[in-house]
């Protein structure tokens, strides 16, 4: 069952470098966004820090950055934000910034970093990084 859901990640995750790539005039900026129900949150933290995503119910988190991506078993007080729910990412839409980016899906935000492959998957179920 694991060995099925990381393969279908890593398969949409290259779904997703060449859609992102090809399409990244239609994406938008914000510092931080939520996907439509609220649970999962992520904000931007430029160039250097990447994407950092968790999931509310669970507590689970997950970064992704420069050099390759983490599962986060404890947000540090500096690292903590209050989201802006202004911003939804709708389920089947993109964030990107420079290198990084998100897609929201009803099961699950995939982030990643088209430069050197690496990313995540976030959901109730938990986290998955490659």
């Known amino acids: ?29 914000a510092n931080s966004f939520v996907d439509p129900t609220g649970n999962v949150q992520c904000k931007y933290a430029g160039p250097a820090g990447g994407i950092l995503c968790r999931e509310i119910t669970t507590g689970k988190a997950a970064l992704v950055h420069r050099t390759g991506a983490d599962k986060i078993t404890r947000i540090a007080k500096g690292i903590d934000w209050e989201p802006d729910y202004r911003y939804v990412l709708a389920y089947g839409d993109h964030y990107r910034a420079g290198r990084f980016f998100c897609r929201s899906f009803t099961k699950q935000m995939i982030c990643g970093n088209t430069d050197n492959g690496h990313g995540f998957a976030i959901s109730r179920r938990g986290v998955a990084t490659w």
């Open 1 to 29: 069952m694991r060995n099925t859901f990381v393969l279908t990640v890593v398969l949409l995750f290259s779904a997703l470098v060449s859609a992102s790539a090809a399409s990244a005039t239609s994406s938008w900026s």
